[in-house]
């Protein structure tokens, strides 16, 4: 596994922005916040609410709650790994925030919660990190009370526009095998990342019991101009601290010279060059 990336904590606050510029690492904070606005607004949350921020790595959702709901409501602070609950304190404590919060370490495949604990239960890109996806789902509906409400946001990684999608086969030296090893690891269903999408989702949902799961796509295409260094960090920065790279990835199909060429091709017929990607996203929201 990538040693670049040792805990979530480290992948959230520098990780993930390692392959970008100053003006992409503000546009992706823009989008956070505008995503964390959405999941907290269709929580519909309600003075008094308690609620769970699951798998809340360093806050984003949960500082958001604190900001606009202060004291009037019950938070709790929830994730598997104590790095992100320990950040979590730090940051709570600086911000001179209310008291009405708890930290929850948990693994989401087995909330220590009794059932209906909480009135809401809001998720962002957790999910995707999670095989089971159904357990988890079961999880959360377990714990909220009836009438409770699940909010989440998930990124469906396996519908991003691919390596191979940006270059023609008389750029790279076997481009149909290196579209062939993309297509079928993007498609491995052991893999948390790519084993779901938005109608597995909505299945999932109604499988735990959820009366009006509503799963809400969205497809953002944006354009960017590569440069070499930031396709160097596509093929070197793990998508989370526990998962390969895209370059431990081919090396399963490919040797290490082979792969190595395969980044230097996409360099050369990329480079300085407007790239146009899609990514597709879902919210949830479901009632219990
Ligand atoms: C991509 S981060 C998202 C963090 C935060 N929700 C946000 O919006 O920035 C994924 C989070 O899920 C947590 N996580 C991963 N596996 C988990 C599990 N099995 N149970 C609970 N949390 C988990 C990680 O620790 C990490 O904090």
Redesign the pocket.
Known sequence: MSDICKN?TQW?KQTRFSHMNEVQIQQTLNWLFAVRDIVISKANIRENDKIID?????G??SFGIIEKYKDSVELIFS???ED?LDECKKLLQECNTPNRTSFLQS???DIKLPDFSVDKAL????LV??VDKQKAINEIYRILKKGGIYSAFEPIIKSNTRYHELTTPDEITDWQAFKDAEDDFMTDSNDPLVNFDAESIAKNLDIAGFSDGDVDVQDTPSSYVATRGAIEQWFNSAPSPDRPTSKERFLKYFSEDKVNNYILELQNALHNKMIRVTSKTIFIRATK
């Not at 699951?54 to 360093?58: A, D, F, N």
């Not at 998720?123 to 957790?126: E, M």
């Open positions: 979530w959230l699951i798998g809340c790595g360093t984003l959702l994730d598997k790994f992100c693994d989401c495949l998720t962002r890109s957790v990190h999670i």
